[in-house]
């Protein structure tokens, strides 16, 4: 895969920046204050989903931060760092938010279609085949509205879109890539693959890189990760804040449009973020590939050398990059890295200590940090064990 912003990897000849272990002052409590608890909790912000859940006294159920039942008087709710805790406590899941799934996982009763749609992607859903299936149109709506921000048709429809730009990519006829793809008219197909790709079929084979994204469930919530064939460019949690500006620049640095699907760098993905969590590994080897300058290259580099369990500072790594009058700089290149978690941005704090900004939300950053430090596992664990 060339370009010339495709540089991550290379090394630079300059000492590995002196890190430091992970100071035990920015773990002295496991949560954040009450009061900006409830206030997360009283605005469903999701970029604390993994970081508390409710309990409510006189109901005796406990749900996560974004719950969408009615919400308790703010004196009946008591405050846990994990579902396990709340367990112990003596409070039961509630069945509307699901609090010992992993935020974001697809209700019992969509997976048949889940199935169904990784079976036969090329497939055209009507409403009438979710009927078919015992399911509520306007249901499946709703849940691909809130977790993948379109209409499950429009979902589907995207899929088979990028599913056609690699075929087409890979030299087949438009044609065949139409009706492969489920395509009754080749005229409605250029016309949709115009609105999505901004050009027709082969003009946009020749300039559109296939790039696919799939969200990733994990024990902070879920996450958007987007990959060419050839490597991750894109790892962020998925509220839109972060994500939209992220998607943006992979988008526009890449020559980009991300589809739904997956790929084999995808599977990886997954695969060592859940033995990253279970803490069975503390290194990433999925490729990774993110647009940037040359200079935030060299600064994403260096984060890769920040070994698991410590951090460091920006003032060190602008430093060690024969730059001392760069922290700024170095700053702001770290808050525009694209992968979280992989290249590991959220093991860069503040000269004092604090921990300064994060994309996924601070509490988050601190979240990570314990876990590396071996403070805290972050997979939900049974109350038996
Ligand atoms: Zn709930």
């Not at 974004?66 to 069945?95: I, S």
């Not at 209700?107 to 078919?132: F, Q, S």
């Not at 599913?163 to 793809?181: C, K, M, N, P, Y």
Request: hydrophobic content about 40%; aromatic content about 8%; charged content about 20%.
């Amino acid at each position: 895969m060339a370009g010339p912003y495709l540089e991550f990897g290379v090394s630079f000849p300059v000492a590995t920046p002196p890190s430091k272990p992970y100071a035990v002052r920015m773990i002295a409590s496991p949560l954040p204050p009450r009061q900006e608890m409830l206030r997360a909790f009283a605005r469903r912000d999701p970029s604390y989903e993994g970081v508390f859940v409710t309990a409510v006294r006189t109901t005796g159920i406990f749900c996560r931060p974004t719950c969408t039942a009615r919400q308790p008087l703010a004196d009946n709710v008591e405050f846990f760092a994990t579902p396990r805790d709340a367990l112990f406590a003596g409070y039961r899941p509630c069945l509307r938010c699901s609090p010992l799934e992993p935020a974001g996982a697809a209700p019992v009763w969509l997976r048949p279609l889940l199935d169904a749609v990784a079976a036969e992607p090329e497939r055209r859903w009507r409403d009438a085949d979710l009927v078919a299936l015992g399911l509520k149109p306007e249901r499946v709506r709703r849940w691909f509205k809130t977790n993948h921000e379109m209409t499950f048709q429009g979902y589907c429809r995207a899929r088979r879109l990028g599913a056609a730009l690699r075929q087409i990519g890979e030299g087949e006829s438009v044609t065949s890539a139409a009706f492969d793809q489920g395509w009754e008219s080749l005229s409605a197909f250029t016309d949709a693959f115009r609105r999505v790709f901004g050009a027709p079929p082969l003009d946009a084979s020749r300039s559109v890189r296939p790039l696919l994204a799939r969200r990733i469930l994990t024990p902070l919530g879920p996450m958007v990760a987007c990959a060419t064939s050839d490597a991750l460019c894109l790892l962020e949690f998925a509220e839109r804040r972060m994500l939209e500006r992220q998607l943006q620049r992979v988008r526009r640095g890449l020559g980009a449009v991300p589809t739904p699907g997956n790929n084999e760098v995808l599977e990886e993905t997954a695969r060592e973020l859940n033995a990253y969590f279970a803490g069975s590994i503390q290194h990433f080897t999925v490729p990774t590939a993110q647009p940037g300058s040359e200079f935030q290259q060299r600064v994403w580099a260096r984060l890769v050398e920040i070994p698991s369990g410590e951090t460091t500072t920006y003032g060190t790594i602008a430093r060690g990059l024969g730059l001392p009058n760069h922290s700024r700089a170095v700053a702001s290149a770290v808050g525009d890295n694209a992968i979280g978690i992989i290249i590991p941005c959220h093991r860069v704090v503040g000269a004092d200590g604090d921990l300064t900004g994060y994309g996924g939300g601070l509490w988050r950053k601190r979240r990570l940090l314990d876990h590396e430090a071996g403070i805290r596992t972050l997979l939900p664990d049974s109350p038996a064990s």
